[in-house]
Each structure stands twice: as structure tokens, then as C-alpha cells.
């Protein structure tokens, strides 16, 4: 990582030169995600290297065309879905193969993608204006919702059942700022998993709208987080699950540190001293070649793996590195 003088704007005024943590090109870790799939390379250029948008844009539009955006969506059938399935199996289902593609960086004018989406929604059973897939329950699941608001949004489907979805979500929050798929059951504490999908779909939904609606409701899931330290209980201080302290990719549904970090970063949260813990546990899980682990991979049927065997992980990597761009530039 080396440091990088940058050009910074101050609103208004005039731009001062600030020493940043900005990896040059020729740091051999950036040049290692460089040799990557296109969809690790377009994140670099953006998220890392500050290249301007025509640059990572026209990276970007390789995704469909190589590597593994081009064969996910090989796996799509003539009816528009993946797997056999809307939500499952897991994880070759639409919903999956979708949040996946999303994460990849997929343009979002992909006519496959949309196709996909319109699925999610014309073969679900509706409940309170949200999506359910499950047959003899009709729930609908605050994460599923979640992921599928995302997905809609992110690809750009002009459909009026996309606000309902985020409507119902802005509508069910509990008392401590954050959701829970079980809520229907008396949960009165929010789940983790639940409320970084939900974030991340509502973040996707006021990208799309242009929209002020779900300001608040992200601010109070953000504070969700943040009072928990990223991932401690907030009555012992103790951490709630091991497994958040390790980084897998892609994360299906599951939350870790890492990956709620990251959407603080993409929203624009301001550095909060409560995630400082959270920050330090990234930073020690640095190997001394620099990189991250890949992590290991949630038990279910995949089309194929995205870094095979025990090596470093060029997504882990990316996501890491940013995040403490973003942390120290912050400070």
C-alpha cells in the first residue's frame, strides 16, 4: 500500500492535496487483483484506483461477455430463471445466481438479468406487498425481500411492485433500528443477517428512485451495526458469532464483519469510533504477502468456483482493501 498524493474536493471551495492511502498501480497486490476477472479489475479501478468512469465502465462492460459474469449467465434457461428455481436450490437458484451477478458488477442494462428479475416477482405469491416462495407459507421473509428489492433496483426493472417490496420493508422495522425475518414470531431484537439484505436493498432502491423515503430507516440500521460494535452483543460486549470474524465470497446470506463493513462504506457512513474493533480485526487477518485469505464456502450446489482451492482471495482482498481505504482516509 503505498501513499498517494490526491487531489481532494472541499464542497464548494477550492481542492486541497492531501496524502491518502491510495495503492499505486505498481503495488504488487494491486497488480495481483489486476490479473483477475474483469469484474475484480473494474472494482479495482474504481474503489482503489480512483480511475476516471470511462475507464472502469468499459472494464466493467466485460463482465457479461467474460469470465464469470459470461458463464453465470450461460447457466440461465429459456424461461429466464437459474437452477431449476426461484430461491431454491441453494445456490444455483435465480435469486443467488442474481446476487451474485450484482456483486460481480453485471451492467445493469443486462436484458438476462432483468429477465431474471421479473421471474422474482411474476411466479411469487404476494403477502403484504412483499414476495414469498414458499409453497403452503405464505411469509414474506423480511431477508428474501431484502435481496429481491435489491436485485430489482439494481438492475433497473420499472416495475411498481419494486416499491411495494421496499414500502412493506420501511414498514416493519423493530424497536432497535434494525429487521428480522422472524418478527411474525415475536422477535423483538433485530437479526444481522436480516438487516444488512434489507440494508443493502434499500440502498439499491434510493440509488434507483432518487429518493429521501428510506433515509431514516437506513440511518437506524446503520445504527443497529454500529451500537454492536459490527458484531458483539450489546449486553456483554462479547462477540456473537465467530463465524462474523471470518471473510467468505460470496456471502449469499449470511453476515460477517467484513461484508457489513462494506456497506458502510458504499452508503457513505462517516467513520464511527464504533466500528474501530471491527476495522482491527480486518486489518489482522492481513497474511504478510499482503492479501487476504479466501476464506472458506457456505455448504450448498454451486455452478462452479469462483477461486478454487486453498489460496488467497482476490474478492476478500478488494473488499478489505477498500473498506480501510475508507476507514483511514476517513479519519
Not at 18 to 23: I, K, N, Q
Not at 26 to 38: I, K, M, Y
Not at 52 to 73: C, P
Not at 93 to 122: F, K, N
Amino acid at each position: 500500500m503505498g501513499l498517494v498524493l490526491r487531489r481532494r474536493s472541499r464542497g464548494a471551495g477550492h481542492p486541497r492535496l492531501s496524502l491518502a492511502l491510495t495503492p499505486a498501480p505498481s503495488d504488487p497486490v494491486v497488480e495481483w487483483l489486476l490479473a483477475g476477472d474483469p469484474a475484480i479489475r473494474w472494482q479495482v479501478e474504481r474503489d482503489l484506483l480512483d480511475e476516471s468512469r470511462q475507464r472502469w465502465e468499459a472494464t466493467r462492460s466485460e463482465t457479461g461477455a467474460t469470465g464469470w459474469g459470461r458463464d453465470l449467465l450461460g447457466f440461465q434457461d429459456g424461461a429466464g430463471t437459474w437452477g431449476g428455481g426461484l430461491y431454491q436450490p441453494k445456490w444455483t437458484s435465480t435469486t443467488y445466481t442474481l446476487l451474485l451477478l450484482r456483486r460481480i458488477g453485471l451492467p445493469p442494462s443486462s436484458e438476462a438479468a432483468v429477465a431474471g428479475c421479473l421471474r422474482l416477482l411474476d411466479d411469487a405469491d404476494w403477502v403484504d406487498g412483499g414476495v414469498s416462495y414458499w409453497s403452503g407459507r405464505l411469509l414474506a421473509e423480511r431477508c428474501v425481500n431484502g435481496m429481491v428489492l435489491s436485485l430489482a433496483s439494481y438492475f433497473g426493472v420499472p416495475d411498481a411492485r419494486v416499491d411495494s417490496i421496499a414500502e412493506l420493508l420501511l414498514s416493519v422495522p423493530l424497536e432497535d433500528g434494525g429487521w428480522n425475518c422472524r418478527d411474525h414470531q415475536g422477535a423483538t431484537h433485530s437479526s444481522f443477517h436480516t438487516t444488512i439484505s434489507v440494508l443493502e436493498g434499500l440502498l439499491e432502491w434510493k440509488r434507483r428512485t432518487d429518493s429521501t423515503v428510506a433515509d431514516g430507516a437506513i440511518v437506524a440500521g446503520h445504527e443497529f451495526l454500529l451500537d454492536h460494535e459490527m458484531y458483539k452483543s450489546h449486553r456483554t460486549g462479547r462477540v456473537i458469532n465467530e463465524a462474523w470474524t471470518t471473510f467468505r465470497f460470496p456471502p449469499r446470506w449470511h453476515y460477517d464483519v467484513l461484508r457489513g463493513l462494506d456497506h458502510l462504506r458504499d452508503a457513505g457512513q462517516v467513520r464511527d469510533g464504533r466500528a474501530a474493533d471491527a476495522i482491527t480485526l480486518v486489518r489482522s487477518a492481513r497474511r504478510k504477502d499482503g492479501r487476504w485469505s479466501k476464506g472458506g464456502q457456505y455448504t450448498g450446489r454451486t455452478f462452479f468456483p469462483l477461486e478454487a482451492g486453498r489460496v488467497a482471495g482476490r474478492w476478500n482482498t478488494l473488499r478489505a482493501l477498500r473498506v480501510l481505504r475508507w476507514w483511514d482516509e476517513g479519519a
